[in-house]
């Protein structure tokens, strides 16, 4: 059997939750605690249903002793006769009664002889007259200390004025502690047994608190374990508190993000590996035809060489992209910005590609409107306006056309548009066309021959979005493609809002 040591006890919320709970439900039945000993601690509080029972215990005695001297016929029947009512008095009432000489108050009769008091004088404190329950001038009640050290509350009241004189009649009881008034009260076990209830109450009513509270956690630290060992597709159920049901929702979104970048890392090892395995194989294969003598006729060598060359040329186009995309990832690209003309980039695109829209018979215009120069790094728009016109030449067959448009959009902004007539793309081809990797053309191969890598529009979309730009992409199947970016103006560094 595991031992389970009391450190391991709190370790979880719902524990802690537990003992927390229970711990202020004692603090503060403690806190009460101490103020009704501290409310039973003054002595006007204390010292009153004492004095009140004393009252009227000497006002019954007093009546007795008035009697007893009326019936009485001699000093000596009436002593005795005052001494056994005295005696039970005391002993009925739970007090104890004295008598005392009137000129020094000492004690000369006391009804408990196993703690005698006799011989001793009474000397104390006076208490003040409001604290006494009656209005009788002739009542006295102070607080006395015996030799032993024992605090008493003694009661005198006057027999009357003639008879008797030489002695006083004295009323004590133990000095009330602080708890005497709950007791006197009936409120100290009252109290308790509250309490008790109380705190039976809210330790379930913490449990089930704690419950509520951690079981929405233990089922995201369920998910998250599950996320850890590769079951990525977990969703939290969206119930609970507001708190409870924003984290889940954080969960969720972070779940599909994780998700969504755990397949893009599959795609992207499976696209990398085949995109980079077939030119590695093409050159293998040719370079082996050369060296085994396979090639031997000029024209077969020629051939071979611009295989090779060709392959390794687009593995270099494919390290050149991913090397852009790791440096953008990482935030190691820098842009070196100046205000930039865009029609002028505009046009030296055209300019480096006309050569090869005429070989392939397709018309490459361009139309430009006077607009304001933009703020961003004249390379990396070259980079985005030249991966857009070669897209669109990649997917426009002979005959058609790329048409680059740009004019001012607004105040603050200018818009470059790509247009060609090219077969299009289905709405769900369009939602992914800036993913890394995602090719329309599942064959890798373009119009005119040309391999693509699908990287080119990945990247475009990176460079836009670090320009403070946006990029939005429509096509219609059979239509074409129309590509729009939009940049700021000048060196302002607010993003424009899609609309």
């Known amino acids: 059997m595991t031992a389970v040591y009391p450190s391991s006890m709190f370790r979880t919320l719902r524990s802690r939750l537990l003992l927390s709970y229970s711990l202020l439900v004692v603090v503060t039945l403690f806190v009460v605690s101490l103020a009704l000993l501290a409310l039973g601690a003054q002595p006007r509080l204390r010292f009153q249903p004492a004095l009140q029972r004393l009252d009227i215990v000497s006002r019954a005695s007093r009546n007795d002793v008035i009697r007893l001297q009326l019936s009485s016929t001699d000093q000596d029947s009436f002593l005795r006769d005052l001494l056994q009512t005295l005696e039970d008095t005391a002993e009925s009432n739970n007090v104890r009664a004295f008598i005392a000489t009137a000129n020094n108050a000492q004690i000369i009769f006391d ?71 709950l007791r006197e009260l009936g409120f100290g076990r009252a109290f308790v047994r509250a309490g008790l209830a109380g705190l039976l109450v809210s330790v379930l009513l913490a449990w089930v608190i704690a419950r509520s509270v951690a079981r929405p956690l233990q089922r995201m630290a ?97 390290v050149a992209q991913l090397l852009d995309l790791a440096k953008i990832e990482s935030g190691q690209l820098q842009l070196n910005r100046s205000p930039v ?32 120069p933009v703020w961003g790094d004249y390379d990396r728009l070259m980079q985005v306006v030249s991966n ?23 105040d603050q902004t200018v818009e470059l548009t790509v247009h060609d007539t090219g077969k299009g793309m289905s709405p769900e081809q369009l939602t992914r066309i800036f993913e890394r990797f995602y090719q329309v053309d599942k064959s890798r191969t373009r119009e005119g021959g040309r391999v693509g890598s699908g990287l080119g529009l990945s990247i475009v979309q990176e460079l836009v979005l670090r320009h ?21 103006i000048g060196r302002s560094q607010s993003v424009i809002s899609e609309k």
């Open 341 to 372: 003309d865009l029609a002028e980039i505009g046009q030296v695109v055209r300019q480096n590609l006309l050569p090869r829209a005429q070989a392939n018979q397709i018309h490459l215009t361009i139309e430009t409107e006077p607009a304001p």
């Open 468 to 488: 403070n730009g946006r990029i939005q992409a429509q096509s219609e199947v059979g239509k074409g493609s129309r590509f729009t970016v939009r940049l700021p």
């Open 388 to 410: 857009l016109v070669e897209n669109g030449l990649n997917h426009t067959p002979e005959g058609g056309r790329v048409h680059v448009a740009v004019r001012p959009y607004n």
């Open 111 to 181: 009804t408990d002889p196993s703690q005698s008091l006799v011989g001793v004088s009474i000397e104390g404190v006076e208490l003040p007259a409001d604290y006494l329950p009656s209005t009788d001038p002739n009542t006295l009640a102070a607080r006395f200390v015996d030799p032993d050290g024992n605090r008493w509350l003694v009661y005198t009241r006057a027999i009357s004025s003639t008879g008797f004189g030489r002695w006083v009649l004295v009323y004590a009881v133990p000095e009330p502690g602080p708890l005497a008034l």
């Open 222 to 318: 369920g998910a998250a374990e599950a996320i850890a060992q590769g079951e990525y597709e977990q969703q939290l159920p969206l119930d609970g508190p507001e708190e409870v049901v924003r984290v889940a929702e954080s969960f969720n979104s972070m779940s599909a993000q994780v998700a969504a970048t755990r397949q893009a890392q599959r795609d992207f090892v499976a696209n990398v590996s085949h995109d980079l395995k077939t030119p590695v194989t093409s050159i293998q294969g040719w370079s082996q035809a050369l060296l085994d003598g396979t090639a031997v006729s000029p024209a077969d060598q020629t051939q071979a060489a611009n295989i090779i060359y060709s392959e390794a040329e687009r593995m270099g186009r494919m």
